[in-house]
């Protein structure tokens, strides 16, 4: 079993709906929780930042952590055509051997006009 | 010139070849880090420097040799490379180990 599991899509949607993209997590030492943002042709950069359980909010990206489920979720309201990209998850203990980051495979997304 | 930048930004070389790959941060960080990002695999961890000292080197093949002279710059000098380490090379850097990361736009390597 992978310690982090993402369907690597592709997901279409069309402009103005609502996206839900998840991972699955085996490692309960894992506190830190991330969503980056990949374009084409460019690196990841970070999007969402959570530390341990709860809802982080950051205008149309809303991310949210379940520790009991080992299952994190990030929601797009109102999806753009420019938010086509690929979106990676990450996580991580964060000190000592739990501290390296460990990815998921990444979700491509296109939203369509 | 903010954020981080790599060179070049696509390489081919042959397999008897030695290239060297460039990064540097103008972001003051003090961590740095090689990624290879290949097609269906999560992003794999290569190399760790905090503090311009390797920390972590993931049984990484010899034929990559990374290189850090000071906290800004960050090189991966490669020899010898075969055609299954064509990929998408990414650096990273971060303050104080924090989780949070900022990565250039990578040099795309095809070896032939």
């Known amino acids: 079993q992978k310690e982090v599991e993402q369907d690597p899509g592709p997901l279409s949607v069309p402009e103005g709906a609502i996206v839900s993209l998840n991972c699955t997590y085996s490692?309960?030492?894992?506190?830190?929780f991330m969503w980056y943002r990949q374009y084409s042709r460019k690196g990841p950069e970070l999007l969402m930042y959570?530390?341990s359980s709860g809802n982080k909010e950051d205008g149309r990206f809303t991310a949210q952590v379940d520790k009991s489920s080992k299952y994190i979720s990030l929601f797009i309201r109102d999806s753009q055509p420019s938010d086509s990209a690929t979106y990676l998850c990450a996580m991580s203990g964060g000190a000592g051997n739990n501290r390296k980051l460990i990815w998921g495979l990444g979700t491509s997304l296109a939203v369509n006009p | 010139e903010t954020g981080v930048t790599q060179t070049p930004r696509h390489l081919v070389m042959g397999m008897t070849n030695k290239k060297s790959l460039k990064c540097e941060q103008h972001l003051g960080h003090n961590a740095m880090y090689w990624y290879k990002q290949s097609a269906k695999k999560p992003l794999e961890l290569m190399f760790v420097?905090?503090?311009?000292?390797?920390?972590e080197n993931n049984s990484v093949p010899s034929r990559f040799s990374p290189e850090c002279p000071n906290s800004s710059h960050l090189f991966l000098h490669l020899h010898t490379l075969q055609p299954e380490d064509s990929a998408l090379y990414l650096c990273?850097?971060?303050?104080?180990?924090?989780?949070?990361?900022?990565f250039g736009s990578g040099t795309r390597l095809t070896v032939v």
């Open positions: 959570t530390y």
């Open positions: 420097y905090s503090l311009e000292e390797r920390v």
């Open positions: 490692n309960s030492a894992f506190q830190y």
């Open positions: 990273a850097s971060s303050q104080d180990g924090g989780q949070g990361y900022t």
